[in-house]
């Protein structure tokens, strides 16, 4: 199998598995891609489904009428080998969630999905977009055909991983790095919570966590005093 036929594999398992994803996490997704391999390649697309439908123009004038794209890249000689990738933002194009890089083994790709009206946060979206510019660019790297499926599954089932990894990204910017509150627990609390009923009712409020080191800041409503029994601690 020739390097394009790998490339193509790559490609059809990555979008397959987000877009697949994607439709679990939040309703029926469609997914698409416009990349470039080298600096000096055509731009490709990728839209099995007729995503980009619509956006020919905004596209065209971004892509073909201009090559600011590529002049203003930044220089990748710099970027680690190691799967490192520069992060491309949100194009901001109308009722789209688009997010991309740049690394070694793919100039330019930019990720896109559906962006549905009920969507109360893009966020977690935006981290699946960047985990499978990660991943394509991995592949592409390491062109081994026996791991040709492994981004599809593990982009399948990358639901939970994607709320995490925004809140971390949250907390890391509202909180600074040291913070030792750890987000899967937390993600388990709530999808317990959220599907208990309390006397035939779906439970309703707001759930606040924080660190302990922050308790002594909190002006609770009522404490409880810690009460030893005796004969419990030399159990």
Known sequence: MDKDSFRNLYLFHTLDGLRDGLSHFSGASRAA??????????????????????HEPKLKKLYLDSNEW????????????????????NLQ????????GRSHSIFYQMWFTEHHPDMCSIGPTECWLEHATWLLSHDFATEDPLYAGNSG???????????????????????????????????????????????????????????????????????????????LNNL
Not at 73 to 86: C, E, K, N
Not at 157 to 169: E, F, K, L, Q, S
Not at 195 to 222: A, D, S, V
């Open 33 to 54: 891609v416009i990349y470039a391999v080298r600096p000096d390649d055509p731009v490709y697309v990728y839209d099995p489904q007729h995503l980009l439908h619509d």
């Open 153 to 231: 599954y593990v982009l399948r089932n990358y639901a939970t991983h994607a709320v995490r990894d925004y809140i971390v990204d949250q907390m890391n910017i509202r909180l600074g790095w040291d913070n030792s509150l750890r987000i899967f627990p937390v993600l388990d609390a709530v999808l317990g919570i959220s599907n208990t009923r309390e006397e035939g009712e779906w439970p309703q409020g707001k759930l606040i966590f924080t660190e302990p080191c922050m308790f002594p800041e909190i002006e609770f409503i009522i404490r409880f005093p810690v009460i030893e029994q005796p004969g």
């Open 93 to 100: 194009l109308t009722g789209l969630i688009s997010f991309g």
């Open 70 to 89: 590529r002049e203003k890249a930044a220089d990748i000689s710099r970027i680690m080998r190691s799967g490192h990738v520069l992060p491309e933002k």
